[in-house]
């Protein structure tokens, strides 16, 4: 059967990718997409857990909430990104330098 | 024996498609991988019998998030600023030299290390449960839960979503001249 450590492993692989997109990108967008990866893995091992090791439904309901807050998230980030586009016409992590103007 | 396909599949999307996000050149694409890699998610709740966080999972962020970030990045022209100096590996932009791998590798050595200690007497106490075929459905007891135990989480993130809301309509607003 499926055990709860391929689910973990699934988890870190998935951790790892949003790391690496994080750290590696320079595009801003990318970089959100980095943070998707990384929050989706970690409702992926509470969903897990609450399957294998707690037995009721209070995983579900984290993961719930993670994905509302990752869509607010992503509203607000990328209402950010494109504001920062409209001022400096580019939106390469690197130019994000103050805070106004 | 279906749950152990379902799993398979799911699997095999979602590390690839999360791989491919690392290391593929266009934002484009990667925004496109993300996809694959969020329904292979899907899937993986769909065999753990999450029916609900799965079909959330598909409408939040399937029909939602990766549409607004393939909206964002055409707004933004979709440039990816990729380095012209090639690395080790050759695989992802702007990842350093050779002490940064160097750093990077024991660093996640004693990282892994640490976590397979503590996670590992989890495991064990929890070995391969054999679950049968038939998955009662969740939404009964995940309604009765979230206006019950979990009502003010619930009630805060309706008040969350419309800040979120007003905040991105205020900050993304065209600018007067």
């Not at chain 2, 999307?13 to 890699?37: D, E, P, R, Y």
């Not at chain 2, 707004?75 to 990816?80: F, P, Q, R, S």
């Not at chain 2, 050595?109 to 989890?122: A, G, P, R």
């Not at chain 2, 995940?142 to 800040?163: I, P, Q, T």
Request: proline content about 1%; glycine content about 8%.
């Amino acid at each position: 059967m499926i055990s709860l450590a391929s689910y973990l492993v699934i988890s870190l692989i998935l951790f790892a990718a949003g790391l690496t997109v994080m750290i590696a990108r320079k595009n801003l967008v990318a970089i959100l997409l980095g943070i998707e990866l990384i929050l989706n893995a970690a409702a992926l091992n509470f969903v897990a857990y609450s399957r294998y090791v707690t037995n009721n439904l209070d995983g579900h309901i984290f993961s719930l909430f993670i994905i509302v807050i990752a869509a607010a998230e992503a509203a607000v980030g990328l209402a950010i990104v494109i504001r920062f586009f409209q001022i400096k016409e580019t939106v390469h992590v690197d130019e994000a330098t103050q805070l106004r103007n | 024996m279906f749950i152990q396909i379902l799993f398979g599949l799911s699997a095999l999307l979602t590390i690839g498609c999360a791989i491919a996000v690392a290391v593929t050149k266009n934002i484009m694409h990667s925004c496109v991988f993300l996809l694959g890699s969020l329904i292979g998610i899907a899937g993986l709740y769909a065999t753990l019998g999450a029916d609900f966080v799965a079909v959330t999972q598909i409408m939040v962020y399937v029909g939602g998030v990766v549409i607004l970030m393939l909206f964002a990045v055409m707004l933004t022209g979709g440039k990816d600023y990729v380095s012209k100096a090639q690395n080790l590996l050759g695989l992802a932009p702007n990842m350093g030299n050779k002490w940064t791998y160097t750093i990077g590798l024991l660093v996640s050595l004693v990282f892994i290390l640490t976590n397979v200690k503590l996670v590992s007497s989890v495991i064990k106490a929890n070995p391969a449960k054999t679950f049968g075929n038939e998955f009662p459905s969740t939404v009964n007891q995940l309604g009765h839960l979230l206006v019950k135990d979990h009502v003010l989480a619930f009630e805060l993130s309706s008040v969350l979503l419309l800040g979120a809301l007003v905040g991105a309509a205020i900050i993304a607003r065209p600018r007067k001249q």
